[in-house]
């Protein structure tokens, strides 16, 4: 067991790189790769090897410094969360280990993260601190907030082989509350946790519910030969509470040592001792080297968010996948919906699109069970309309960079042209010159295929814009129609978010 101070250790590695970490830049790597400092596996030492740039290391080594400054190496999270602790690992480096290291942190949700690392706002999460050579340099960090990205600062030159970033993964529930349906509910990177296990002599008990499939015999968890009554088991906090719908006991790589049979229970609350109440969810033998999948055999036991998984006697295991539905409430928002008379939530849709018979269609749909179903919805019905509906939605935009919206926009539900002023904030500061010119390109669009210029505005400069108009000027009629009707849905559901935001109590 680890040391008191060094507790974090029992937590996930967040950078390792066979959960998604990556070393993405450098200032340098002369003798060693970056890409060393996040392999799962321990450093290796091979004695008498060398490459044709030196002595060959199993870790991220730079050149000898000649000049004031440091060394540094920017880290993306496999898992993004909140750090806990760091392991500096330094083996094998004994003569050219670096004196002292520092961290730094930030958070970038970009999926272009590496244009927004100069942008980013770096904060120190380890103040410098000297590095022992060949050596597990462990530092514990006090930064409570959610982080996605790491530089390791290096002083002044040198050697690392392995950085061991410990913490709590923190997803971004909206965006997986958003995307609707099912989810794995015991996977790591949804913020599961295995709590605890009865063993793990041969394997890590998080490896359960690691992201990807198993690689081999170690990338699970195995637990050691039992000479005695009893079984093995694990208990996994899910990463939120949900109704199981569908299990995966994966045994890749185990043929000689997989479990005979598992039992899979969820708890309902405590009795009166105060120890968990579990209900079996599954009870089943098991195949060696089997992906077994089990959705009709489940027992229905209602929302649960945790469960225990137990083998029998003993053996490995290389996955668990635990997929249901969130138990999440309905939003407010939604809820105020329900309560609008067909014509009153007929004019709030058509403030997020002005196709009449989307706007019924849409009011005939609720209610709607939450933020994923009434997008879904929204695509769905919008995709169904034919041409002249669609010239309906686009003919209730303003042109870009228009000041004054047209008159067929619908308004009793509200004044729409406000959130087209916000989406088109960039073209109200762009020079006369440009927006004469964006002026006349609309003219030349609607000369050409008989409809306005469609685009989604929000976030896009006036000058991006003209640049995209020009281009969109080459296509044919039935590719721009249907370029349009694209950049609508996405108009839609931006619309559809804000109108969410404003029936919000």
Known sequence: MPEMHDAFLDLPDLACDDVGGAALTCNDEFFAEKENLLHPQAAVWKDHLYTDRGKWMDGWETRRRREPGYDWCVIRLGMPGVVKGVVVDTAFFRGNYPAECSIEACEIDDPLDLTALNDAAWIEILPKAGLQGDHKNTFEIHHPHRVTHLRLNIFPDGGVARLRVHGEVTPRWSRLAGLGGVIDLAALVNGAWVESCSDMFFGSRNNLIKPGPSLSMADGWETRRRRGPGNDWAIVRLATTGTIERVEVDTSHFKGNAPGRCVLEGQLGTDASGGPTWRTIL?????????????????????????????????????????????????????????????????????????????????????????????????????????????????????????????????????????AAQEQKSTATASPELMAELAAANDHYVDKHGFIYIVCASGRAAADMLADLRARLGNDRATEIRTAAEEQAKITRLRLDKLLQELTP
């Open 283 to 419: 009870a089943t033998p098991l195949q060696p080297h089997t992906r077994h999948v089990f959705d009709a055999e489940l027992r229905r036991i209602g929302p649960t968010g945790r469960v225990r998984l137990s083998v029998f006697p003993d053996g490995g295991v290389a996955r668990l996948r635990i997929w249901g539905g969130p138990d999440r409430r309905r939003p407010d928002a939604l809820a105020a919906f329900d309560s609008l008379s067909p014509e009153a939530s007929m004019d709030m849709f058509l403030r997020c699109c002005g196709a009449h018979a989307w706007a019924i269609t849409m009011s005939q749909r609720r209610p709607f069970e939450d933020r994923a179903a009434l997008m879904r919805t929204a695509d769905q019905v919008w995709w169904s309309l034919d041409e002249g509906a669609w010239l309906e939605a686009f003919a209730a935009h303003p042109r870009i960079g228009q000041k004054v919206p047209p008159p067929a926009l619908p308004t009793a539900g509200g004044d729409p042209s406000r959130w």
